[in-house]
């Protein structure tokens, strides 16, 4: 029995809000098609994004509010984690900020044993490690080495998660190799190590945020950050 008879359309049904059923008609479309539009990297800050993320992140100084952008957890134009941390201790040795927000919403990948230097400067800042004052921003791309973060910073320090429900729980697979089928050539990728979280016998399949929130379409068409309207809204 297929899984999928035609390989060229696929029909999914569902019931909408109004329990009314409803048909949906999605096309293939070429794999080299696929890869460029997922892996075309993109600057411009939006709530949730599929593709590369660049650069890998940006910090934000913004009269009291102090914004790390961190999309993959790797260097960036020079720039190591080290020096980021050394920026966000400088900053907030200043006393002028009164709110710290991480952003994990784009983080997928990196490197989970370099992020260690930016726990300890938010436990070095007493001030700013509490649950009105620091937030972290999530979402369901949030992935990988950024759900090493998370997990970290959940059991370290003192933050507020705000968002979506993560792609993961705490203990998952990840390193991710691609694969390409040999007879039907089609690709895919597979996870090839587990990464444990604090909590080694925690089955979850993902991290709830504090503060839920849904992202919409129409919050995409509008440009409207629902994330940012709760920090305003605490703030």
Not at 11 to 35: C, G
Not at 188 to 208: P, Y
């Amino acid at each position: 029995m297929d899984i999928i008879k035609d390989h060229e359309e696929v029909v999914f049904t569902y019931l909408d809000d109004d329990h009314m059923l409803q048909e949906i008609r999605v096309k293939s479309t070429p794999f080299a098609n696929w890869a460029f539009w997922t892996f075309k990297p993109i600057n411009t800050r939006i709530p949730i994004l599929n593709n590369v993320r660049t650069p890998n992140f940006l910090l934000h100084h913004n009269a009291d509010l102090l914004d790390l952008e961190l999309n993959l957890i790797e260097p960036a134009d020079g720039i190591s984690i080290t020096s980021l941390a050394k920026q966000i201790d400088s900053l907030l040795s200043t006393n002028t900020v009164r709110t710290l927000l991480i952003d994990l919403r784009n983080n997928t990948d990196g490197n989970n044993t370099l992020y260690d230097p930016i726990i300890e400067v938010i436990q070095k800042h007493p001030t700013i490690n509490q649950q009105d004052r620091f937030f972290i921003l999530t979402s369901h791309t949030t992935f990988s080495a950024g759900i090493n973060f998370l997990d970290d910073l959940n059991y370290l320090t003192n933050g507020t998660f705000i968002g979506e429900p993560t792609g993961a729980g705490p203990n998952h697979y990840g390193d991710a190799q691609m694969i390409r089928l040999p007879h039907s050539g089609i690709f895919f990728f597979l996870s090839t190590r587990k990464w444990n979280g604090n909590d080694t016998s925690d089955a979850s399949k993902t991290i709830l945020p504090d503060i839920p929130i849904k992202y919409y379409f129409t919050d995409y068409i509008r440009e409207h950050d629902p994330w940012m309207n709760v920090i305003d809204s605490i703030n």
